[in-house]
């Protein structure tokens, strides 16, 4: 099984930014699309990111364009969140998602992802 762990979560301040890590570990596939959602107290998970495992195919939710930049590092099995000018809006657990084939049509349908981290805990505060 494919195991997934994120790193880098930790505690910032307004406009600061931090970068996340998900590192895939056990049996990879090479048609995977990798891509990060978020889930904040008392809201659904919404997705924020996503990215080709071979090619430059990526998407993000219209909340994050401009702020965050999602890449990959196929050679060490990761997939990198930089986010940059943050907001309280973007507290939250983050999470890392990947397909083992690709992405049906909606990239943003999570049910669609086969395997999950464990999240990492990103607050933005003051």
């Known amino acids: 099984q494919v195991q997934l762990v994120e790193s880098g979560g930790g505690l910032v301040q307004p406009g600061g930014s931090l970068r996340l890590s998900c590192a895939a570990s056990?049996?990879?596939?090479?048609?995977?699309?990798m891509a990060w959602f978020r889930q904040a107290p008392g809201k659904e998970r919404e997705f924020v990111a996503a990215i080709s495992w071979n090619d430059d195919t990526i998407y993000y939710a219209n909340s994050v364009k401009g702020r965050f930049t999602i890449s990959r590092d196929n050679a060490k099995n990761a997939v990198y969140l930089e986010m940059n000018s943050l907001q309280s809006d973007d507290t939250a657990v983050y999470y890392c998602?990947?397909?083992?084939?690709?992405?049906?049509?909606?990239?943003?349908?999570?049910?669609?992802?086969?395997?999950w981290g464990q999240g990492t805990q990103v607050t933005v505060s003051s």
């Open positions: 998602a990947a397909t083992r084939a690709g992405w049906s049509e909606t990239v943003s349908d999570a049910p669609q992802y086969d395997y």
């Open positions: 056990g049996r990879t596939y090479s048609g995977y699309g």
